[in-house]
């Protein structure tokens, strides 16, 4: 509220002005132009520093302050007390104390509105107005984040973000799908989705291409395509093992019998025990020089 110099004499002085009357607006004549005559600069003089005296306290009633206004709690974030309890806030806030800020589409999914156009999300959402789902690692290979941490996947992929290929049937013995149906086939293994296992260079003399990618020879063949034969002969080699089982025993005793126990009388009786035997068991073992087999010179040079 803005106060005045003649709003406070009327309030302060309303028995004089009173007797002011207005002057008719017929009494009011314009000074004709010819009667305006310049002062000259010689007519102004001066007043003497001594003739100026100050007004005192008693001389004149003294002009009141303009009331404050009073805002209970103060305005928040810019805003200003206009009136009691009453304020006037910046662009972007609300509320009696100017405390809330507003967001102009909304903070959804629980977000909070921290300041105008703000928002703070929950986890799981982001975007301005906290309306887009967000998944944390990112969909990849073309996924979509339809819900919180959940990605819809397009054809040919799998997993909780869409970061695997997937082949049908599924890569074998280790192997890896790399995409559009495809697998990376581990080492020692082949085939449209790693069934075959493979052994670089064949196997030689019945030789079979194991798991790992190496040969398993035969008898009396070794190397690493069972190229080279074992010239050597057979030595017979008895292991001793164990073997137990339940055996019947029979044992038969004297005991008194009878009415007052003056008769004997012999009791049997039956139980098992186990007995031990010792086995042999008899391999055999190539024992002898080794000999390039033909074959596999072949294959070298081949």
Not at 90 to 97: F, H
Not at 222 to 229: A, N, P, Q, S
Not at 251 to 277: D, F, I, L, N, R
Request: glycine share 12%; proline share 10%.
């Amino acid at each position: 509220m803005g106060w005045s110099r003649k709003k406070i004499d009327r309030l302060q002085y309303p028995c004089i002005l009173s007797a002011i009357q207005p002057i008719p607006h017929s009494a009011i004549q314009p000074i004709p132009h010819s009667a305006i005559q310049p002062i000259p600069h010689s007519a102004i003089q001066p007043i003497p520093h001594s003739a100026i005296q100050p007004i005192p306290h008693s001389a004149g009633m003294p002009i009141p302050d303009p009331p404050k206004t009073l805002c209970k709690p103060g305005c928040m974030n810019g805003g200003v007390c206009i009136a009691p309890n009453k304020c006037r806030c910046k662009p972007g806030y609300i509320g009696n104390s100017c405390s809330k800020a507003v967001c102009q589409y909304g903070c959804k999914n629980g977000g909070e509105c921290i300041a105008p156009n703000k928002c703070v999300c929950r986890s799981g959402f982001s975007g301005k107005d906290c309306s887009q789902p967000h998944c944390d690692p990112v969909c990849q290979n073309g996924g979509e984040c339809i819900k919180p941490y959940y990605c819809h996947c397009p054809p040919g992929t799998r997993g909780n973000f869409c970061e695997k290929f997937l082949c049908k049937p599924d890569c074998q013995n280790g192997g890896i799908c790399i995409g559009k149906g495809k697998c990376s086939c581990m080492r020692g293994y082949t085939g449209y989705n790693c069934e075959k296992a493979y052994c670089p260079g064949g196997c030689l003399n019945g030789g079979k291409c194991g798991k790992t990618g190496k040969c398993s020879c035969p008898l009396g063949y070794t190397g690493l395509h069972c190229e080279i034969k074992k010239q050597c002969k057979f030595v017979e080699i008895k292991e001793p093992y164990k073997r137990g089982y339940k055996q019947k025993v029979t044992t038969q005793a004297k005991v008194p019998c009878g009415a007052w126990g003056w008769k004997s009388c012999t009791k049997t009786k039956v139980h098992y025990e186990m007995v031990y035997k010792t086995f042999y068991k008899t391999s055999y073992e190539c024992e002898g020089l080794q000999k390039t087999y033909p074959d596999y010179q072949k294959l070298k040079n081949g």
